[in-house]
């Protein structure tokens, strides 16, 4: 992990256009995820996925290389979002479910097993939901968590709040998932 | 008392695994003679699960166009960062020989003053002002186009966004 770390810090002081090639297919997905769950708007995601990385190209060079690049990432992506809304409008990223409601995009088609698409979908739908009834804060805690996989320290790190606050989020938010999922939620079929 | 453990126990389960040794260990012997937090248990892996079963993706499109959109902003820095470098070398050299210069051009200063000043009786003040002008007006110059540019610049940046 190390070495992949300090190359990525190298080629990003060095401005390295493939080294960014690669990282933007690398984290695409993760990353787009993210500010789709952050922002709960597609189009707006995409815009400030393309800036999250116009970004790190102007301030590679603050990334140290001790830390996984995936969180300084996420905190890019992240302060360019709580930017955006802060210009847009006059709200805290806390509040933005309160003040908006966020319509969560479907998930993409899966694979055509017609009784699977129309399962996951509606699964989808129930989970894209229940995400979007949930505050920003807990929402992005359980999607970094559960979603992406980054250990708590890694979560507070991009969210900036401490750890038991993170902990905290993570705990409500679940709650908040399971009930509003119910026993609605059906086994994983995969 | 009954509670607090039900609630440590919660609260474990909801960091997904990122545990110690000895938190987990605690929470393994809370389960075995605990059904409501093994449903919890249970109910929170189907949430888990059901977040990474959902397929959300970039699109192909999405990843190109950022890809060339950073290429080009790559390109714009690397040009600002010669302009800068030339801006740079600009300096140093204005900065060397206004070094060697000023000395020489003061006393042609000093030298054409008196020789003026001794035909209309103008005071050395005059030739002094003048100097000053003549040595700062160049640096007047480039700061104002700097800032032009600089503005010019700010405001395509936030252009951008809109």
Known sequence: MEPECATIARGLR??????LDRLIEQYQHQLLRYLIYLSGDRALAEDLFQETWIRVLERGHLYDGKHEFSTWLYTIARNLAIDYFRKKHPVSLEGLVENEQCALPEPADPQPIAWEILAQKEQ?????????????????????????GLTLEEIARVTGAPLGTVKSRLYRGLNMMIGQLGAGLGEDRT | MIRNEHDE???????????SENEHGR?????????SCSDYAEAAGRVARALHSLPLAADSSLVRATQLR???????????????RLVFIACLFVGTSAAITTPLL?????????????????????????????????????????????????????????
Request: proline share 2%; glycine share 8%.
């Open chain 1, 14 to 19: 060095r401005g390295d256009p493939s080294l």
């Open chain 1, 124 to 148: 989808g739908e129930r989970i894209g939901a229940a995400l979007a009834g949930i505050p920003t804060e807990y929402r992005e805690a359980i999607v970094l968590r559960f979603y992406d």
């Open chain 2, 9 to 19: 126990a919660r609260e474990l389960i909801a960091l997904g695994g990122d545990l």
């Open chain 2, 27 to 35: 929470l393994l012997a809370h389960l075995r003679g605990c059904k």
């Open chain 2, 70 to 84: 950073v290429r080009a902003r790559a390109m714009e820095l690397q040009q600002q960062r010669e302009r800068m």
């Open chain 2, 106 to 162: 003061w006393r042609i200063f000093t030298w054409i003053g008196a020789w003026i000043g001794s035909w209309t009786g103008t005071t050395s003040l005059v030739w002094q002002v003048s100097f000053a002008f003549f040595w700062i007006a160049p640096a007047l110059t480039v700061s104002a186009i700097l800032l032009a540019r600089g503005a010019h610049w700010a405001e395509n940046k936030e252009n951008r966004w809109r």
